[in-house]
């Protein structure tokens, strides 16, 4: 079989190696039919990821159809379309017994850590995989795991029915935050420098767009909520500067999520943080989304609606990452596919 390798950063090869095989009760074998191109892959394939290990297959956002289930698996059969749920835990230590097994003292991600979905074929146990209608299209159901870093950050802000939030990005991830905000019911305000993006996301349902370029942000928040500021301010950009904005803006009583994997600092004042007894928390991938997610994708609720613009074959794999890199202004989310 065939596989989008990265033997070291800034090499993409397509190499031919082994089928995998089922070696444990608990394992699925599946057929890869899609899979996302995210910015970290990128940051994989840049050596900017500073989690990842090398050599790599890249992927974590895929969708596959089972071919195979190991003797013990009770939930999934051949035929089965599935969606991948990339992380693997230890289910003992401190964020585990928490509920919180993405923050796992042992956490490996599928496609950063381990081998992912960039390949023909694949083995992971039943526990990691997601069964969803089989009427729904592939390239719909590519993109739940996007869907669930959006469902944990507004999960992890506490996004109610009624409530003021501010997205600052309208990157694929902002659209995915955005979409499950829409779906809580809230009154959603966006930022980005990208007019393409802000426009994308005005067709994706955000209430308002500010444009960060050329408008003063804080002041926008402001006029758009009486002087309230928003329940919750989400940033999906990633700078020092956006997460130090998020505390600025948020409302007294209100949260401010944290997304980006930026080290430097920013400066965030403590007064604003106590007089607002502001709640800041991180939002890293996704704690038991996968099934509200594959719910809402079978209701059809979650729809990508323009979300997808460029598909490569695997053979093009190494196209694709260049032109993903070189037209941000034209993508917003690309696709393998495979045969
Ligand atoms: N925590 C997680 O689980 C998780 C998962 C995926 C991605 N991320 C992070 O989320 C962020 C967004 O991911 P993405 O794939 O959508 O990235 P992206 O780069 O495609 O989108 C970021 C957007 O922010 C805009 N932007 C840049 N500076 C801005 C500013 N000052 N104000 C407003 N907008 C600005 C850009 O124009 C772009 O459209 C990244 O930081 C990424 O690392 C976190
Ligand atoms: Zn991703
Ligand atoms: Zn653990």
């Keep these: 079989m065939k596989a989008v390798h990265i033997p070291e950063p800034h090499t993409l090869n ?19 039919k899609r899979a996302g191109i995210c910015g970290s892959d990128m940051h994989i394939f840049h050596g900017t ?10 992927g974590h956002e895929v969708a596959g159809e089972v071919v195979e289930t190991g003797t013990g698996v009770n939930h999934l059969r051949a ?28 956490l490996s991600v599928f496609g950063v850590h381990e081998d992912g979905g960039m390949r023909e074929y694949l083995v992971l146990p ?34 109610e029915e009624g409530d003021t939030v501010l997205i600052q990005g309208c990157g694929p991830i902002g659209i995915c935050i955005l979409k499950m905000a829409k779906i809580a019911g809230a009154t959603v305000y966006m930022t980005d420098l990208n007019e393409e993006r802000m426009k994308f996301a005005l067709e994706s349902g955000a209430d308002e767009v500010i444009d960060a370029g050329n408008e003063q942000v804080d002041q926008a928040i402001m006029r758009l909520t ?13 700078l020092p500067s956006t997460a130090a904005l998020g505390v600025d803006v948020v409302s007294p009583a209100g949260y401010v999520v944290i997304l980006g994997f930026d080290e430097r600092p920013s400066q965030i ?3 604003p943080v106590t007089k607002k007894e ?18 809402l994708l079978n209701q059809k609720k979650l729809c990508s609606d323009g979300l997808i ?31």
């Design 269 to 271: 004042p403590q007064l």
């Design 14 to 32: 397509i190499i031919e190696m082994e089928k995998p095989e089922i070696r444990n009760s608990t394992d699925v074998l599946v057929k890869v």
């Design 226 to 238: 009486d002087g309230r500021g928003v329940n919750v301010a989400i940033d999906a950009v990633g």
């Design 278 to 295: 502001v709640t800041i928390v991180g939002s890293r991938l996704q704690t038991n989304q996968f099934g509200r997610v594959v719910e």
């Design 126 to 159: 039943e526990r990691q995989l997601h069964a969803v209608d089989l009427e729904l299209d592939w390239d719909e159901i590519v993109l739940a795991e996007p869907y669930t870093i959006g469902a944990q950050a507004v999960w992890r802000g506490n996004v």
């Design 309 to 339: 613009t460029h598909k490569f074959s695997l053979e093009q794999a190494g196209d694709a990452f260049k032109f993903v890199e070189e037209h941000p202004d034209q993508v917003r989310k690309a696709l393998i596919v495979f045969d």
């Design 79 to 106: 035929g089965d379309h599935v969606v991948i749920e990339p992380i693997r835990y230890c289910g003992e230590c401190y964020a585990c017994r928490k509920g919180r097994p993405n923050v796992c003292e042992h």
């Design 49 to 58: 990821n500073p989690l990842a290990t090398y050599p790599r297959i890249t």
